[in-house]
């Protein structure tokens, strides 16, 4: 039983050093799309949605966001 807690103590490590390689541009990038997920759910919030309604708008939202960013 202790061989698959160690491997996935190794492969969390592992995980974790591949994040502190990325260039700065693409952490820049990812925060951006936190930044542009986060106003997409709130504005999801505010109207009140949950469920399949909610992917849905946050899908739309992020898309167009996506389209305008480019």
């Known amino acids: 039983m202790r061989m698959p807690i160690v491997f996935s103590v190794t492969v969390v490590l592992a995980a974790g050093g591949v994040a502190d390689a990325q260039s700065p ?7 951006s799309r936190s930044t542009q997920s986060m106003e997409c759910s709130k504005r999801a919030d505010e109207k009140g949605l949950h ?7 946050r899908s739309q939202c992020l898309k167009q966001a996506k389209g305008q960013a480019a």
């Open 25 to 31: 541009q693409q952490i820049k990038l990812i925060k």
């Open 51 to 57: 469920g399949k309604a909610r992917r849905h708008f």
